[in-house]
């Protein structure tokens, strides 16, 4: 009997101890399992760290790369801007000269081919620096009180004969509206539009039309009766560089930049573009802008339509032209000789205190920004106030740097930039004289 239960016992525990190794078998293999899982998620988890980081230093000196790139192309922007300003300017006011001098009809014909190639030239560089301003977040916006009436008439007298050339109807609509926007980047952006729809209208008519919104907007308004867009492109028209019929690179049809500017214009304002075309019948563009009271505005502050003093005589203005460039001395004094002004010339600081220690007393200073051995126009200008000379000055320069930009605007001193129209510089010597004229004594 104790035998028996003996061995009835004995056989329970083998039992017990099958089922207990068993189960650490299992437990055993599991934790094996689980402990290779844990090693390769750590062998790749580590594995991930280092390609991430060395994903993130790629990332950082392909970053680094780019910035130095933008940078060198900033600057040479800036540079080449100063450079190729240089001779266009010298072109244009060469041309202007010999086209008031010259009135022989074949001569004449040549003029005017020399000065509109030079517009042509004048347009594509202002083209590729805005877009250049655009790309860097360097362009400057000033917003003041502007008459719709004078945006659409100022735009109508620079693209009136482009439309008589093609025998085209350009018109605009009435508006006693004001908007409070930047006159220059508006008049850039309706300039563009307008040429563009003389450009692609082969018969018909072009209208700058205003309207007034609900939301005491305002919205401008360019139809043309023109080629039209198709649907599949009207959103690539907005790309830079993107013309539609334009495959051989015609340059006479531009850059295929304006409207991707115009995008950028509008955007760095707070507005934006809209059209609607239809292929074979026509497009039209337009924009918003807030509008404003018309007591805040001085409706001729910014019209060029003045006719009697475009026409008026300068020959009592004296001025003192400074730049290092001999084309742009002698450009420039031959047009101002020719608009009846006493004119002396400069090329360097020291030559600027010879011309004035002979006794010649400027009523205007024009001076280039930028002047040899480091030399601003600013300090040069500076120097002959501290001697006693009352003048009007005017910077004049081809640089798209912003510390120089900035340094000049805040000399107190007009800024203009190359290159210059002549009937700018014209106006403004203009209203120069007559605000002289206008001081009592």
């Keep these: 009997m104790l035998v028996f239960w003996y061995l009835t016992i004995a056989a329970v525990n083998i039992e017990e101890i099958n089922t207990v190794g068993w189960v650490a078998l299992f437990y055993f293999v599991i934790l094996t399992r689980y402990a290779h899982t844990i090693n390769s998620d750590l062998k790749n988890s580590i594995r991930m760290r280092f390609a991430n980081k060395i994903l993130a230093d790629e990332y950082r000196e392909q970053k680094e790369r780019a910035e130095k790139s933008d940078l060198a192309k900033s ?224 409706p001729d502050e910014y019209s060029e339509r003045n006719k009697s003093s475009a026409e008026q005589t300068l020959e009592s203005l004296s001025l003192l032209l400074i730049d290092d460039d001999r084309d742009i001395l002698d450009s420039v004094s031959l047009l101002l000789n020719s608009w009846g002004c006493e004119v002396k010339t400069a090329d360097s600081p020291a030559q600027v205190q010879q011309v004035t220690a002979e006794g010649f007393y400027p009523d205007v200073v024009l001076s280039d920004l930028r002047l040899p051995d480091q030399v601003s126009g600013i300090e040069v200008m500076n120097q002959l106030r501290q001697q006693g000379y009352d003048f009007f000055g005017v910077l004049i320069t081809g640089d798209t740097a912003e510390e120089r930009l900035q340094q000049a605007k805040a000399s107190g001193y007009t800024l203009l930039h190359k290159p210059l129209k002549p009937a700018r510089l014209r106006l403004l010597l203009n209203r120069h004289q007559q605000q002289r004229e206008n001081i009592p004594g």
Excluded at 192 to 203: D, E, K, M, Q, W
Excluded at 230 to 250: G, P
Aim: charged letters at 20%; hydrophobic letters at 40%.
């Design 75 to 298: 600057r040479f922007l800036a540079a080449a801007s100063h450079d190729l300003r240089q001779p266009l300017q010298a072109l244009g006011f060469y041309a202007d000269a010999l086209q008031q001098q010259n009135k022989n009809q074949i001569s004449q014909r040549l003029v005017n081919g020399i000065y509109k190639t030079t517009e042509s030239l004048r347009s594509m560089l202002n083209v590729i620096l805005d877009l250049s301003k655009i790309q860097s977040g360097t362009l400057e916006t000033h917003v003041t009180a502007v008459p719709v009436a004078t945006l659409l008439d100022d735009v109508y007298r620079s693209t009136k004969l482009a439309a008589e050339e093609k025998n085209i109807t350009l018109r605009v609509m009435p508006s006693s509206l004001v908007v409070n926007t930047d006159y220059t980047m508006v008049t850039r952006v309706l300039l563009n539009l307008v040429s563009n729809a003389i450009r692609y209208t082969n018969s018909g008519r072009v209208v700058m039309g205003v309207r007034r919104r609900a939301d005491q907007q305002v919205e401008i308004q360019v139809w043309d009766t023109g080629v039209g867009i198709a649907a599949e492109h009207q959103q690539d028209i907005f790309e830079e560089y993107f013309q539609v019929k334009n495959q051989q690179r015609d340059s006479s049809q531009g850059l295929g930049l304006g409207l991707s500017i115009v995008k950028g214009l509008l955007n760095s304002i707070g507005s934006d573009i809209y059209m609607r075309s239809v292929l074979g019948k026509g497009s039209c563009f337009s924009f918003v802008l807030p509008g404003c009271d018309s007591v805040c505005c001085d």
